[in-house]
């Protein structure tokens, strides 16, 4: 209830002390290293509390009142006496996306700003006298008009309440809690100010479940698409249902990831869905085939098109991956339904650079999505038309109460809609969840119109002032080595099939959702990895070689059997190699290319040479195409037994020849001697 203050309030002061800075520190290391290692008391030592917010206005004009209601929880450890709830604020208007910045940047524990201490600016909490434990919460409603809180400026203003009061029942009053938030003042009468406009954009992606797709022959399913879980049963008439609604909105444009059509595209076929040794019946199929059917109402020209997988593009952009955006171009041509629309990009957070533009140069996109600090809504880049987007909507209020609660989501998305006007430049709002579209689809604020994304121009040019610094996303350069090794895997998959191109495809469509957004962390990233791969990634162990330990040699030109076998599910070209331990004596040739069909075996004959009697260690690898080792290798020996009489046999007679031609010839000159005399 309001009523007669109990004593002046006294200056502010910091009511977090350093342990509790120190533990929030503590719990984020924690939180990254996956272990709590210490534990969060129920209460903070010592007296304090905690403000939430309930209720504010959205924007006031100059004229206006400022009513603010929420509760109030005494949140520390002893008892508080004689508690009240004041209205604060900060009198400094924020005119402009950098001072904007600049103000959230501030310790929200500083003794800034003042206190209002008018009839009905503040409230006081339980009986007086009467202890308020520790637990125990309170609403409050506090009101006072733009006047008395000394705001004669249009901009954005902090605004909030002080929780004051005693712990021992005296006129020692302190701060023992605070709360925050943004509120825009506009000026009084129409109009309100600048008016810039907006354009909304619907974010259609999801996490990647795909493993394996259909295989169809004309219109006879083969072999039905199989997933790894079944998340889009539920999005699809949740989160992805409310988004493809707002889609349909008048000027709104959609972005929509071509993986997650190709997914919806498969269960709408029906699906199955394998975890571990278990495969079920996917639930979600006409789920997809009635989402299927609204998406393809969304005009065309309102349209984009991700890049395939949703990539982190700030991930590729750091570590140069040309691989990233080929394996995204390359398996785009197997959802043609969109592939055909102008590519949209935006990094993970939001954020551009100089370097994260000229990566994404490499795909020519329509547009970029990107944070700005100052200039219009478009600008020229090397990547095209770069478009200012508004924060986020999980950009947080100012605190140090709970700044991520709907109400300090939504005031942080006005202040930064209003700065920006303020500034002369427009924006761009990105909707991919249900509080995005709450926070979106409602009414304008006075200070903004609707306008279509593709209506909006360059006439400003790009530069690293504008940005609001380098992008990042959730993935690292571990998720990078993961891709990197199952690429090479799936090249020799292709390699050993004799199939390349088919492998590349494979390599596109398994890879490109690894490094998606959409994950939460590597581990995620990791996982889905090795599902997807899995039948391809082991392709090399599946190919066997048997040869005897021992073959033996009864002439220089023997031959003997090797036989390839192929457990795959696909047909395979390889040879098999053989290196001996002494050439000298004896040599193997590699044999001609193998083709060996899906679950077959074939056996071929070899031909060795040998010059020398005795025994000669040989090592027999299967090689493909390109002269990768499949398989293990098979080590055995080769002896030659009649290689020594043979070579006796050449002597001996090379021998007698010689001694013949020779007493032929001792002959004919004595002859020719008696002739002469």
Do not use: C
Request: avoid cysteine.
């Amino acid at each position: 209830m309001t009523g007669r203050l109990h004593a002046r309030p006294w200056a502010q002061r910091p009511s977090v002390t350093a342990w509790v800075r120190l533990r929030r520190l503590l719990v984020a290391v924690a939180l990254i290293a996956g272990v709590i290692a210490v534990p969060i008391p129920a209460h903070a030592a010592g007296p304090a509390a905690s403000v939430t917010f309930t209720d504010a206005p959205s924007y006031v004009a100059l004229d206006g009142r400022v009513t603010l209601s929420g509760t109030v929880r005494n949140t520390g450890t002893v008892p508080l006496f004689t508690v009240q709830v004041l209205t604060w604020r900060d009198p400094s208007p924020i005119t402009s996306r950098t001072a904007l910045t600049a103000a959230l940047a501030r310790d929200p524990n500083a003794a800034t700003g003042t206190r209002i201490v008018d009839e009905g600016a503040f409230v006081n909490i339980g009986s007086p006298g009467a202890p308020w434990q520790p637990g125990e919460t309170a609403s409050f409603t506090v009101s006072a008009t733009v006047t008395q809180l000394g705001l004669t400026t249009a901009g954005v203003y902090l605004v909030g309440v002080h929780v004051r009061a005693s712990t021992d029942g005296s006129a020692s009053y302190q701060t023992y809690g605070r709360g925050r938030t943004l509120l825009p003042v506009t000026r009084t009468g129409a109009p309100v100010g600048p008016v810039a406009p907006v354009a909304t954009v619907v974010w259609l992606s999801s996490k990647p479940s795909l493993l394996r797709p259909s295989v169809t022959s004309g219109a006879t399913v083969l072999a039905q698409a199989t997933f790894r879980d079944d998340h889009l049963a539920g999005e699809l008439t949740g989160r992805l249902g409310a988004l493809l609604e707002a889609a349909a909105a008048e000027s709104a444009a959609y972005a929509i990831d071509p993986a997650l059509y190709r997914e919806v595209a498969e269960m709408a076929a029906g699906y199955e869905v394998r975890q571990g040794p278990t495969t079920t019946t996917g639930a979600g199929r006409a789920a997809a085939q009635a989402w299927l059917a609204r998406f393809a109402t969304l005009p065309p020209e309102r349209g984009y098109r991700l890049p395939y997988g949703n990539p982190d593009l700030a991930l590729g952009a750091a570590t140069n991956d040309a691989g990233m955006l080929d394996r995204a171009t390359a398996a785009l041509v197997d959802v043609p339904a969109v592939a055909g629309l102008p590519l949209l990009v935006r990094s993970p957070d939001g954020a551009a650079d100089g370097r994260f533009l000229g990566y994404v140069a490499r795909l020519k996109p329509a547009v970029v999505l990107a944070h700005t600090r100052s200039g219009p809504v478009g600008l020229s880049s090397v990547a095209g038309t770069v478009v200012a987007t508004e924060s986020v909507t999980a950009n947080a209020g100012p605190g140090p109460d709970d700044p991520t609660t709907a109400l300090q989501v939504r005031q942080r998305q006005l202040a930064d809609s209003y700065v920006a006007a303020l500034d002369g430049a427009g924006s761009v709002r990105v909707m991919s969840d249900a509080a995005d579209v709450a926070a979106t689809t409602g009414p304008l604020p006075p200070w903004q119109s609707r306008t279509p994304l593709a209506s909006i121009v360059p006439t400003g040019q790009w530069s690293e002032g504008v940005g609001t610094g380098t992008p990042a996303g959730r993935l690292s350069t571990a998720t990078v080595t993961v891709v990197t090794t199952l690429a090479t895997s799936l090249a020799r998959y292709g390699d050993l099939t004799a199939a390349p191109v088919d492998a590349a495809r494979v390599a596109a469509r398994a890879l490109a959702p690894v490094v998606s957004q959409d994950w939460a962390d590597d581990a995620e990233a990791a996982a889905y990895a090795l599902d997807a791969t899995s039948p391809y990634a082991g392709a090399f162990d599946a190919v066997r070689l048997r040869v005897a330990k021992k073959v033996t040699m009864t002439s220089h030109t023997n031959q003997f059997p090797v036989t390839v076998s192929n457990s795959l599910s696909a047909p395979i070209v390889v040879s098999v190699r053989f290196t001996t331990s002494n050439a000298g004596r004896l040599s193997v040739p590699d044999t001609l290319p193998i083709s060996v069909a899906a679950g077959e075996s074939v056996t071929v004959n070899v031909s060795p040479q040998a010059t020398l009697n005795g025994e000669v260690d040989v090592v027999a690898q299967i090689v493909t195409q390109a002269g990768a080792a499949v398989g293990e290798p098979e080590k055995f020996i080769i002896e030659a037994t009649e290689v020594g009489r043979v070579a006796w046999v050449i002597v001996i007679l090379s021998g007698l020849v010689l001694a013949v031609a020779t007493v032929l010839r001792i002959r004919q000159v004595a002859r020719d001697g008696r002739g002469r005399s």
